[in-house]
Nanobody, 127 residues
């Protein structure tokens, strides 16, 4: 099973980006909860958001609530993370991950709860 994150780039503070998490051929993302994590230089990887497969319910870390939106398009086998009102502290490598479960468990913010990861995409917020 392989995931691939894309869509990162350089953006000014206050700007927006849309990240994409796609799966390798033969793997159906719609069956599983998908989480987004990020890791800034010198900092631990942190959970940003998670979306369930069962009802597309979502979770967010407090620091991104109201600014980031996670969604999924099962027909395109893709999960998105819309990043709005970006701040310099959002600069990080962003990863998507799954634990092959349908729900975002109580430990969704913790990287150790996820076994399958994409390769990451760099988001840099700078003027």
């Amino acid at each position: 099973v392989q995931l691939q994150a894309s869509g990162g780039g350089l953006v000014q503070p206050g700007g927006s980006l849309r990240l994409f998490c796609a799966a390798a051929s033969g793997f159906t993302l719609s069956s599983y909860a998908i989480a987004w994590f990020r890791q800034a230089p010198g900092k631990p990887r942190e959970g940003v958001s998670c979306i369930r497969s069962t009802d597309a319910g979502t979770n967010y870390v407090d620091s991104v609530k109201g600014r980031f939106t996670i969604s999924r398009d099962n027909a395109k086998n893709t999960v998105y993370l819309q990043l709005n009102s970006l701040k310099s502290e959002d600069t990080a490598v962003y990863y998507c991950a799954t634990d092959l479960q349908g729900t975002c468990g109580a430990n969704w913010k913790y990287p150790g709860a996820f076994a399958i990861w994409g390769q990451g995409t760099q988001v840099t917020v700078s003027s």
